[in-house]
């Protein structure tokens, strides 16, 4: 089936899938604190795209999915209306015509985690040239816990040469400065579609954020140094794949981090890349 406009998709949820749940290898526990990053591409590429997200969301049990490149805001808050444990934040909900058709959202379980306060990050250094779609901003309360922290979702300048890598690089300066400045003793996330290598460190445009390795960390590094091509999160670009989504954390969550993972969900679907997306989620796991 060919694919149409954003437009041409129903406003009722698509027929509900579930062929990409068996590749949910890492069981949801009440006693941690499940945080993922997805870029779905072009959100909704094909008809039967929605109907796939929202069952492996749905059923992920996860809580909470940083998610990339929503192009129709309406068909990705149909996730409600399959699992009502679920609650979407979009960055248009906030301030309309931010990020023009690459939105950022959040997919939360509103059981578990409460809004404290959410804005779009516009101001300051946050210029459009560094950060072309303006990072999206959410502090949560885990009620299962009684626990706050701070969540940032972004989704940085994509591509190679030297014009691209110096805006990441930059972006990369004003988001620590943000984070140091703003915010020093919380408990911070940054997840995204950082459209850039981690590793080797020296030449990665976000090793100011990797040399301080006192107060932050890519909860992700494994995956990065992983020769394996199951651990990427970007499987087409090159024989063994590259890893350009990322979670980076503060050092107020070292102690309650466990493990990252890439999530091989192309390993249960032939049809993964031209229905769903051309990236892999990556997923952190914390102890509550």
Known sequence: MGCTTPMDFPTTPAEYDDVLVDCLTVPAADNT?????WNIEHFPKHPETS???????????????????????????????????????????????????YHLAYVYNNQRLEIQE?????????????????????KFLNKINNQSFILINLHLKCCGGSSNEYRRQEASARLKKYIDTSYPNDKVIV????????YPSSSSQFNNFIYDSRNYAFSDMDQAKSSDRLDKSYPKWQPNGSHIDHILITNELFNQYQKSYTLSLDRCSDDYDPKVSDHRPVLTVFRN
């Open 118 to 138: 959410q804005k779009i990050l516009s101001s300051g250094d946050f210029e459009q040239h560094f950060f072309p779609r303006r990072p999206l901003f959410v």
């Open 51 to 101: 109907g796939i997200v929202n069952a492996t969301i749905a059923e992920s049990d996860y809580d909470v999915w940083g998610v990339q490149e929503i192009e129709n805001i309406g068909t990705f808050k149909q996730i409600s209306q399959i699992n009502s444990n679920y609650s979407v934040i979009v960055d248009n909900d906030i301030a309309n015509g931010v990020n023009r058709n």
């Open 33 to 37: 604190l499940e945080v993922l990053t």
């Open 191 to 198: 997840v995204g579609d950082y459209n850039g290598e981690i």
